[in-house]
């Protein structure tokens, strides 16, 4: 099935340091949304990315959709303790995907104070 | 304005038996998805309803049902419990008639299958 990959898994920083994640994707999607997810608890969405080349911002957040429509990083700001979680990607393509995200495998962040 | 409320938080079954977990959207919202997040798999989509009707599917075994009704919330049932359906399930809703918009999780029903 349709995969897409995302990396790194796992990241352990400092706090205060920025952090960068990436998607990529053998196909084309047309919407790309970015997901933060606790333990226990379902993904909170951060930010969503509607064309090719936007770059999109929240807060200390930054995302964008890639040129080719097959790629999206984020990027997060001078990290503080709050932002350890799972962080997911997620694809959709238009037309009969209907309520049908592709998921990234997701990536563990771990922050140091 | 309240968020994506899943009910039960929690529950234990034994395997052969049957459950079925509640979705409440987003007031206004009236396609919600269906999500099964498993370690070894991650987040899989099992199906999705808009104005009752499911108009998308994934590729789960057809133990996996879901409904909508016409206040647009959902449930999904499970029949004939496996212990590898043990796993997390998230509803989401979305605003979309059409692909291409957010969707927002609940919290997720946490399924046991002993």
């Known amino acids: 099935g349709q995969q897409l990959n995302q990396s790194p898994q796992s990241m352990f920083i400092q706090e205060g340091e920025d952090v960068s994640m990436n998607c990529t994707s053998s196909s084309i999607f047309n919407t790309w949304l970015w997901y933060k997810q606790d333990p226990g608890e379902g993904p909170v969405l951060l930010i969503a990315?509607?064309?090719?080349?936007e770059l999109t911002s929240n807060g200390r957040l930054t995302a964008q959709f890639g040129i080719t429509r097959k790629d999206s990083f984020l990027n997060i700001s001078a990290s503080i303790p709050s932002d350890v979680g799972i962080y997911f990607c997620a694809g959709q393509r238009w037309g009969t995907s209907y309520g049908k995200l592709t998921f990234g495998q997701g990536t563990i962040l771990t922050v140091h104070p | 304005k309240a968020g994506v409320t899943q009910t039960p938080r929690y529950l234990i079954k034994t395997r052969g038996q049957q459950v079925t977990l509640s979705c409440s959207p987003i007031s206004g919202h009236r396609s919600v998805s269906w999500y099964q997040q498993t370690p070894g798999q991650g987040l899989q989509f099992l199906f999705e309803?808009?104005?009752?009707?499911?108009?998308n599917k994934g590729n789960f075994p057809g133990r996996f049902s879901g409904r909508q009704f016409s206040n647009s919330r959902s449930e999904m049932n499970v029949s004939t419990l496996e212990l590898g359906d043990s796993a997390l399930y998230l509803c989401a809703s979305s605003s979309a008639r059409t692909t291409g918009t957010e969707a927002f999780f609940g919290q997720g029903t946490r399924l046991t299958v002993v």
């Open positions: 990315l509607y064309k090719a080349g």
């Open positions: 309803y808009f104005s009752e009707t499911q108009r």
